[in-house]
């Protein structure tokens, strides 16, 4: 099962490798980015189901205002931060899960923020 979750990811060509990185980059890199990639259209389904449900018409707002609405909701609603993680640690290896419980603070503030850009990057013209 670990080979198939890591067989499944998408390259990606952008990613520098280097000796240099830190323990959170490297795993960023090595696993969170390629998840993301991948996860990419069920991040979205989330995020339009959480629009739905709270009866949110994101295109009607202009630029500035979908901004602002983006980040008040990943600075507040907890719970829509937690079910995007569980999209991403769900795609972990039990080797990559004990690596992210010992780094979880900054590796959660990592997550967060390009599901952040990701959201943003398909609602900002």
């Known amino acids: 099962m670990t080979d198939i979750k890591i067989q499944i990811r998408p390259e990606i060509p952008s990613i520098v490798k280097s000796n240099s990185l830190s323990n959170e980059e490297k795993f960023q890199n090595e696993v969170l ?5 991948l ?6 389904s989330l995020f ?3 629009l739905e449900r709270n009866k949110i018409k994101i295109k009607e707002f202009n ?7 983006l980040n008040k909701i990943f600075k507040t609603d907890t719970r829509l931060k937690m079910e995007f993680r569980g999209l991403i640690i769900g795609l972990f290896t039990v080797e990559e899960y004990e690596i992210y419980l010992s780094l979880s603070p900054q590796l ?6 390009m599901i952040f850009q990701r959201i943003e990057s398909c ?3």
């Open 33 to 37: 980015r390629p998840i993301i990639k």
């Open 39 to 44: 996860q990419h259209e069920l991040i979205l």
């Open 48 to 50: 339009e189901y959480y």
């Open 63 to 69: 630029n500035k205002e979908k901004t602002d609405l």
């Open 108 to 113: 959660n503030k990592r997550i967060n923020n």
């Open 123 to 125: 609602y900002i013209e």
